[in-house]
């Protein structure tokens, strides 16, 4: 049984952590909270029957003994956290992104590496049903090779996502959400891209970060992704579609929940057709000109769910001795993306990553 004390009790703890390490019961015990705010260590001292909490996470450390530290706090802190954990033992899952810098990155691997405690990042998506059910169709007859990915969003910011830290970031879409997709497109082509290019405008003078990014990634080959991350939308709020195209056939993806009926004319074709769609949290589907067909959905909380798969997949590598998928040296290539985006939106022009992946502390 591992024991696992989390640093940061607030919405990602409560709505995705927790509810992830409920689903492990026979393999996970959480054994103390921590945070700054006195009435979220009391609500969640009662809602979750947290055995103990504090104000003060290397005094939850020092007499609790955890074998994991969940980092759950603002990425500002999570260089600072995830030192503090490595250098009393623990092992660290963190929540994204994993540091705010590559330098700051590298200074987690160095520790890790030195302590002989793994650190894993928890970018979950690759575990959700509709992400692993479409990678296992690449490279399949009725896919084929991987071409083109094409991912985007069209998000409502409001009064509750813009409160605490995340409205107050000068670096908020791409650092805070567009890692998730680079993730993906790292899962999906099973390689790192080679340039980058991106155009981050800022319409919104009131907003102090960024509320479009427009992005494009080349890989070696000639195979190209493209992100649309859209916090101006007034139309329907997707949080994330994407579509990947192959040599043979298509996959549409989403997460969000819908419940759609729909009928019309194949134009071309002059043939009528009619569908019903009812989705609780994300759904993949194959299509080939006309024709598609479901191929994997999610639950109404996928994110709960892949972090659980992601959390198990951890604690095994830790007891066999291997690296998980997510670990930091692998993930400090996905900070890199997001943060290489920001400098080629600045510099208005492409970037080569080949710098960006050397590790900065030798």
């Given at each position: 049984m591992f024991r696992v004390a989390i640093i940061?009790?607030?919405?990602?703890?409560?709505?995705i952590h927790l509810p992830a390490y409920s689903q492990l019961k026979d393999k996970v015990s959480v054994i103390a909270g921590c945070d700054v705010d006195s009435t979220t260590r009391t609500f969640m001292k009662r809602k979750w029957h947290l055995p103990e909490v504090y104000d003060n996470p290397q005094e939850m450390i020092e007499k609790t003994r955890p074998d994991i530290v969940s980092i759950c706090t603002p990425p500002s802190l999570h260089h600072e956290q995830?030192?503090?954990?490595?250098?009393?033992?623990?092992?660290?899952?963190?929540?994204?992104?994993?540091?705010?810098?590559?330098?700051?990155?590298?200074?987690?691997?160095?520790?890790?590496?030195?302590?002989?405690?793994?650190?894993?990042?928890?970018?979950?998506?690759?575990?959700?049903?509709?992400?692993?059910?479409?990678?296992?169709?690449?490279?399949?007859?009725?896919?084929g090779r991987l071409l083109f990915l094409h991912a985007w969003q069209t998000f409502h910011p409001t009064e509750q996502t813009e409160a605490s830290w995340r409205g107050k970031l000068q670096r908020r879409l791409c650092f805070e959400f567009g890692i998730h997709v680079f993730e993906l497109i790292r899962f999906f082509f099973e390689d790192n891209p080679v340039k980058?290019?991106?155009?981050?405008?800022?319409?919104?003078s009131e907003t102090p970060s960024e509320v479009v990014n427009i992005i494009s990634v080349e890989f070696s080959d000639g195979r190209a992704a493209s992100i649309v991350l859209d916090r101006l939308s007034k139309g329907p709020e997707r949080y994330l579609?994407?579509?990947?195209?192959?040599?043979?056939?298509?996959?549409?993806?989403?997460?969000?929940g819908e419940i759609r009926f729909e009928m019309g004319l194949h134009a071309r074709e002059r043939r009528p057709f009619l569908g019903f769609n009812f989705v609780k949290g994300g759904k993949a589907v194959l299509q080939n000109g006309n024709r598609s067909k479901i191929i994997a959905r999610?639950?109404?909380?996928?994110?709960?769910?892949?972090?659980?798969?992601?959390?198990?997949?951890?604690?095994?590598?830790i007891?066999?001795?291997?690296?998980?998928?997510?670990?930091?040296?692998?993930?400090?290539?996905?900070?890199?993306?997001?943060?290489?985006?920001?400098?080629?939106?600045?510099?208005?022009?492409?970037?080569?990553?080949?710098?960006?992946?050397?590790?900065?502390?030798?």
């Amino acid at each position: 049984m591992f024991r696992v004390a989390i640093i940061g009790l607030g919405a990602v703890t409560r709505n995705i952590h927790l509810p992830a390490y409920s689903q492990l019961k026979d393999k996970v015990s959480v054994i103390a909270g921590c945070d700054v705010d006195s009435t979220t260590r009391t609500f969640m001292k009662r809602k979750w029957h947290l055995p103990e909490v504090y104000d003060n996470p290397q005094e939850m450390i020092e007499k609790t003994r955890p074998d994991i530290v969940s980092i759950c706090t603002p990425p500002s802190l999570h260089h600072e956290q995830s030192l503090m954990a490595l250098d009393s033992g623990c092992h660290v899952f963190c929540e994204k992104p994993l540091a705010e810098s590559l330098y700051q990155a590298d200074e987690i691997i160095k520790a890790s590496e030195r302590s002989g405690r793994l650190v894993v990042v928890n970018n979950q998506f690759p575990y959700m049903n509709i992400y692993r059910s479409s990678k296992a169709l690449i490279g399949s007859p009725e896919f084929g090779r991987l071409l083109f990915l094409h991912a985007w969003q069209t998000f409502h910011p409001t009064e509750q996502t813009e409160a605490s830290w995340r409205g107050k970031l000068q670096r908020r879409l791409c650092f805070e959400f567009g890692i998730h997709v680079f993730e993906l497109i790292r899962f999906f082509f099973e390689d790192n891209p080679v340039k980058i290019f991106a155009h981050m405008p800022n319409p919104k003078s009131e907003t102090p970060s960024e509320v479009v990014n427009i992005i494009s990634v080349e890989f070696s080959d000639g195979r190209a992704a493209s992100i649309v991350l859209d916090r101006l939308s007034k139309g329907p709020e997707r949080y994330l579609d994407m579509r990947l195209d192959g040599e043979f056939a298509s996959i549409y993806t989403s997460i969000g929940g819908e419940i759609r009926f729909e009928m019309g004319l194949h134009a071309r074709e002059r043939r009528p057709f009619l569908g019903f769609n009812f989705v609780k949290g994300g759904k993949a589907v194959l299509q080939n000109g006309n024709r598609s067909k479901i191929i994997a959905r999610d639950g109404i909380n996928p994110f709960a769910s892949a972090t659980a798969a992601h959390f198990k997949n951890y604690i095994e590598a830790i007891e066999n001795g291997r690296e998980p998928r997510g670990h930091a040296r692998d993930n400090r290539n996905t900070l890199a993306l997001a943060l290489t985006a920001y400098d080629a939106a600045q510099a208005n022009k492409a970037i080569e990553m080949a710098h960006y992946f050397k590790n900065s502390n030798g």
